[in-house]
């Protein structure tokens, strides 16, 4: 035996680690750290950019995409702003609701599904059944004020091209058919919804397993699992990355003249060991989640469709309430949720609740320090939320679907978002909602940071990373043309009114590859 583990040791120090692909890849151009939607989007984008480029992907997990990708640990909406009341939340001074950022995330989402579409289509994704469906895209609301703020949403989104198909009913009928399990046992309360078929529903965690499975697949590239990302140190050349085999024990380090930090819950720390001025500052605010699940076959045949509501007093955007057909792995499921939830956990797997003390620096305490004292409603919301009993669940639930019994429901724990605290807005107290993207002055590394709607526009925001970072290689006849492949609306402006017709194009050619139409 010893003898054995001996030969195995001189091994692994002669051809490198044991990787899930197969591969080891040195001198590389670029390591990505996570495995996830927004890592395995930008390997596979680069790759396709720039075929030659060497990369490797290290993953803590055994299993690829296990955090806030994994299909259970999020809502799985395509976020496009169709039903996304919380993407909508303002009135202008005509006392219209503002549509602007609907419209952007919508511009947004093309770009993801147009990928995808290229995807299918070039042989990187073989069924694009076991990550996306079609489900419609409801927004529901109850009583007179909120009817009245829905009326005037549909008024201004119905006026752009992105949202012209959408229709708006406060009719009964309709709306039984729309969605059954919103009117059954409902009392006469004025009621209002939107609707629009071209939802989508995501299995974003599949779709990055697909996508870092094809590249590990592409030469000159790996992957590795059970590994974890133990340092980060600058060199001339770019960054020396210390690894830690789960598996073995063994370290080692791996160079890169570029990383990407994209670790979900396990960025900052990371960020942090970088150095880089840039993170000087940033802090994390870890937000737990829950939903109640239901897979009784009679209660989930009656519900096609993603039915979002308004987000209730002190509730973050994340925790929208939305009752939601959920189909993995071939099999449907109503979710209804997010229930935040207080934790100082950064994953949901591998995280420890010193994760947010030990992530407090000199540089960073002032602004964690005043976010808590400026957040002290929104913890006590959370802290609330988590301890909340099943019947005050359902009693939430039921605003939705009346007729809900409880025995048709379980409680699951769905994943952690740490949402970003950037320095200015620690001064003020702020706790950042939304992605944040930063790189270092030489461009020779970038992370990510925060959370919703963040996979849904996981190709905008890599492509913002490519244009930062690799502006090079984009920059270059051939690059643009690979890019324009990729992403048609690349450099166009959907939201123009002129684009209309060719925006309809581009979108009918992605469902089609996609098999939503």
Not at 237 to 262: C, H, M, P, Y
Not at 275 to 281: L, N, P, Q, T, V
Not at 306 to 325: E, Q, R
Not at 438 to 445: I, P, V
């Amino acid at each position: 035996m010893h003898r054995l583990l001996g030969l195995l040791a001189i091994f692994s120090h002669v051809v490198g680690p044991f990787m899930s692909s197969g591969q080891h890849i040195e001198d590389l151009d670029i390591i990505l750290i996570g495995s996830g939607i927004m890592s395995a989007t930008l390997g596979t984008v680069l790759k396709n950019l720039q075929p030659d480029l060497k990369i490797q992907l290290y993953e803590v997990t055994a299993e690829l995409a296990q955090e806030s990708s994994n299909g259970w640990n999020n809502a799985g909406t395509g976020h496009a702003g169709i039903c996304e009341l919380s993407y909508t939340p303002n009135r202008g001074d005509d006392g219209e609701v503002n549509v602007a950022k609907a419209i952007e995330i919508f511009d947004q989402f093309e770009q993801s599904k147009y990928f995808w579409g290229y995807a299918v289509r070039n042989g990187m994704i073989e069924d694009p059944k076991q990550f996306v469906n079609a489900v419609p895209h409801i927004a529901f609301v109850y009583g007179q004020e909120q009817v009245d703020f829905l009326r005037s949403r549909h008024k201004g989104m119905s006026a752009h091209h992105f949202f012209s198909s959408m229709e708006y009913t406060e009719d009964r009928e309709t709306i039984r058919e729309w969605a059954p399990l919103l009117l059954a046992g409902r009392d006469g309360t004025p009621i209002a919804a939107t609707k629009m078929d071209r939802g989508t529903d995501v299995n974003f965690g599949a779709l990055s397993d697909l996508l870092v499975q094809w590249l590990g697949k592409q030469e000159g590239c790996g992957y590795a699992t059970e590994h974890r990302v133990t340092d980060l140190t600058r060199t001339k050349a770019g960054w020396d990355v210390e690894v830690k085999n789960l598996q073995t024990g063994r370290k080692f380090t791996n160079s890169a003249k570029f990383v990407f930090i994209g670790a979900g819950g396990g960025s900052l720390p990371l960020l942090q060991k970088s150095g880089i001025d840039e993170s000087k500052g940033f802090g994390g605010f870890p937000i737990g989640g829950q939903w109640l699940r239901c897979d009784k076959p009679e209660v989930v045949e009656q519900h096609v469709a993603k039915v979002y509501g308004l987000s209730p007093g002190a509730a973050p955007t994340m925790a929208v309430p939305h009752l939601d057909t959920r189909i993995i792995d071939g099999k449907k499921s109503l979710l209804f949720g997010p229930y935040a939830a207080w934790t100082t956990k950064f994953l949901h797997g591998g995280g420890s609740f010193w994760d947010l003390p030990g992530s407090i620096r000199l540089d960073n305490i002032a602004s964690l320090i005043k976010v808590g004292l400026h957040n002290i409603p929104l913890v006590g919301y959370l802290i609330q939320q988590g301890l909340q009993s099943m019947d005050t669940r359902m009693k939430e639930l039921r605003n939705f679907y009346p007729d809900a019994c409880t025995e048709d429901w379980e409680l699951i724990d769905a994943g952690i978002r740490v949402q970003a605290i950037k320095k200015e807005d620690g001064d003020a107290g702020i706790v950042h909602f939304g992605t944040e993207v930063l790189s270092d002055q030489d461009k020779t590394l970038a992370a990510l940071l925060g959370a919703s709607p963040g996979a849904s526009v996981s190709t905008n925001i890599i492509l913002e990373i490519v244009q930062d970072c690799f502006a090079d290689i984009l920059n270059t006849d051939e690059g643009h043309k690979r890019m324009k492949a990729m992403i048609p609306s690349y450099d166009e402006n959907l939201i123009d009114a002129k684009m209309a017709g060719r925006q309809a194009e581009w979108s009918e050619e992605a469902e089609k590859s996609l098999q939503l139409i």
